[in-house]
RNA sequence: GCCGGAGUGGCGGAAUUGGUAGACGCGCCAGACUCAAAAUCUGGUUCAGGCAACUGAGUGUGGGUUCAAGUCCCUCCUCCGGCACCA
């Protein structure tokens, strides 16, 4: 063995050997239980960071953990290909985004290798690849034969200098990014995916996976968003023909007290309107500037205007006036709201604003209208009555939503409906770099599916985006086509597909990626669904829900017998730095990088300055946030791994933090875990003799633990103990503190020499017995965090060929026991002292310990013993007067 | 604005899920080794008081429930994630 840790040179001994043995390839197998382990693939953006680290490590350890178990498991990789940084990195450099997406995938490849994570690559896959992406388009064809997919019009954000539509991210302060341009909204043809279809199961599937953390099905249960209520319509005389403006409420009770209605800009009503009223016309105009994004829509300033239209209140007959407002959106339900400034916060703003009428309509019991704040009556559904409500006066919620439904319902205006805040999925981008939208058009025949036998429509590869719109109008040799129905000379689709489709299923494909006649073929039956998904939490909403709509769809079309991808799920946290930056006064912001500035400390070890180590000068702190390019925070994983190994890299980010919370980066830390490695090398390497010996000569062979000396059985006790937490935490995926448990059996090992080689207890193989037995649970168990050195420690001492084929260690449930227990005295649940007591003590003799206590009986005495609660195992309290 | 989450020593974080707050690690202090430094090892380290035994305070704020609250309930504050064309 070598006297010094040197990981270079193991980690690549060992990732060398897993190759050549191909020991991560899977294959479907019946007869054993699957585990299909999938870590969100990585955008192939450059090189690896902090976040894919962190992400495929927790996954590394699930897989091996999963390994050890004996279950059949499989971990693949891929690439998330299409995306807009393509587009941006080839207009910087001129170069093709194929090109420098290969030349990512490429680098990114090699480090996670390095990193030495228990992939089968033979599965490997790029969204970018036409084997791929052909399904994308059969699977779409597929939906709009269905209907499930749809065109219609879809508003964008519009630059009006370049001509061109620009992504959310594109727009700064309402701006475009490159052009500087005040944004447009514009309203232009797209195709849409039918996920309101899936909306009621979507919502009641999120009961069925008790593996998901609480917070995203609560997240998605709100994205989703059910709503019960009222749709109903103001009937009203538009140039001269009757109409009708349709509403939704989910409080029908308060409908006695509208006292105006409210439209979307885009809403037919405004825009008729607006013809004969410039002033109108200019507001609606106004609306229309700015973006789509609803962060920024619902920050606006409430504006409004009235329209001059009236319609009639269809059950009080009252003439109510239509207003154009900024914060009715389009998008949500009808395009319309009544308002009911009385028991509405937004409504009450806006009327308080505009001089509107306000009318209360419920009255809740103890409570003074003209003085409680309307925010209480509005979220109070249960307690409240109609009143000045004619007919309804005295109702509930319930009963006058009930009567003022079925009235309606009675008027032919108006009925009961389940509202959804979901809605339709628009996939189409106008942008290159994605996977073609297989819709030929043609004058004759309108919008043409392209024949399944024509697929895939093959992006060309080769052009450069310049930011004046998709590059690909300009290619004549992709645009023109011939109809596949008429013959005749058609155009082709230029929009692509928004990448979400492209992630909305590739844990699928995973299962047969070299199948390229069918989607998916039976393979798919053995490992799906995913029995654990890793990825940020950023991700919690988007792209979980489309993929599992994607899933109900592939299932519903007989690809998928699983109506959900993902069984359990972990959401792991963000990985931070410290920001440094100055800002000279008049002059520009600049970040400075965590390694190259020196942190001052004081003699307590609180910090005093910090330096930039360039000049020595003084930089400010500007906290802690996500590493980011822009603030310059990033440490880059490459040079952890060439430093430390990636060991140390992977123990450190399991020992940090909790995956699911965030963690923050220290480069001292990982020091920490560094020692922690050698401390355990150069352990091995100093008894490296005894445990050979023992494996040899099988020296403890006849020796029962049960006779063991009272200091091997305490000892045996600890790190049994450590083991039993270790697993506890694993089944909780709580991996820092199975770190450290990895830490604190070493601490036992090597606090306790004397013991271990042998020397303080007899006979001596009961030492070396108890040194050979923890350092396999050790290494067995640290072996899903930093898997070469424990690999490699496990085929040195002689514990077996290949840590990999070892099962996982279990705790000896005789160890685990102990004789006698310290318990904690309280009085009046302060801590006073403690007592040792025999495990099986009765509660009578626990007390009478607990009260001989010599510090007990400082706060006892004198005083009336009110009662003693004793805790079984745990603690004794006297309660006195 | 709406939805979701988090606040514990100088720092990252533990706390058997209502039962010894601060495990483990970092940093810092002292010591050993060394001509010296680095590395390594040993001891100490929540704050305040005390030579010590020990005592008091303490988990973002203010209140409540309980024999007992970091943990449960209510109020407020701060920070982070998502908001449908970033992935």
Known sequence: ??????????????????????????????GREKFYCLSMFPYPSGKLHMGHVRNYTIGDVITRYQRMQGRNVLQPMGWDAFGLPAENAAMDNGVPPSTWTRENIAYMKQQLKSLGFALDWERELATCDPDYYKWNQWLFLRMLEKGIAYKTTQVVNWDPVDQTVLANEQVIDGRGWRTGAPVEKREIPGYYLGITRYAEELLADLDNLPGWPERVRTMQANWIGKSFGVRFAFPCEIDGREEKLWVFT????????????????EHPLAERAARDNPELAAFVEECKQGTVMEADLATLEKKGMPTGIFVTHPLSGEQIEVWVANYVLMAYGEGAVMAVPAHDERDFAFAKDQGLAIKQVIAIPGKDFSTDAWRDWYADKESGVCVHSGKYDGLTYDEATDAIAADLEALGLGEKQVQWRLRDWGVSRQRYWGCPIPIIHCQACGDVPVPDEQLPVVLPDDCVPDGSGNPLNKREDFVNVDCPRCGQPARRETDTMDTFVDSSWYFARYCCPDNNDVMVDERVDYWMPVDQY????????LHLLYSRFWTKVMRDEGLLKCGEPFQRLLTQGMVLNEIFYRHPQGGRISYYNPADVEIKTDAKGQRSGVLLKEDGEPVQSGGIGTMSKSKNNGVDPQSLIERYGADTARFFMMFASHPEQTLEWSDTGVEGAYRFLKRLWAFCVDNENIIKNYHTANMGQGLAWKDAPD??????????????????????????????????????????????KGVSVTPADY??????????????????????????????????????????????????VRDEIELVVQVNGKLRGKVTVPADAAKEEIESEALANENVGRFVSGREIKKIIVVPKRLVNIVVA
């Open 1 to 30: 063995m070598d006297k010094h840790y040197d990981p270079g040179r193991i980690e690549a001994a060992v990732q060398r050997r897993w190759e050549d043995t191909a020991v991560f390839r899977a294959t479907e197998d019946p």
């Open 250 to 265: 989910t409080r029908a009770d308060t409908i006695m007290g509208v006292t105006f209605c409210a439209v979307a800009a």
């Open 534 to 541: 890793i990825g940020g939490i950023e991700h919690a909403i």
């Open 711 to 756: 200091l091997i059985k305490k000892l045996r006790h600890e790190i049994h103990t450590l083991l039993s937490q270790a697993n506890f935490d694993f089944d909780k995926y709580q991996f820092n503190t199975v770190a450290s448990a990895c830490m604190k059996m070493l601490n036992v090992l090597e606090r306790n020499p004397e013991t271990i």
């Open 767 to 816: 030492g070396w017995k108890l040194l050979e037995e923890s350092l396999s649970l050790l290494l067995r168990v640290l072996s899903t965090i930093s898997p070469h050195i424990s690999d490699t420690l496990w085929q040195e001492l002689g514990y077996g060929e290949d840590i990999l084929a070892a099962p996982w260690p279990e705790p000896d449930a005789t160890a685990l």
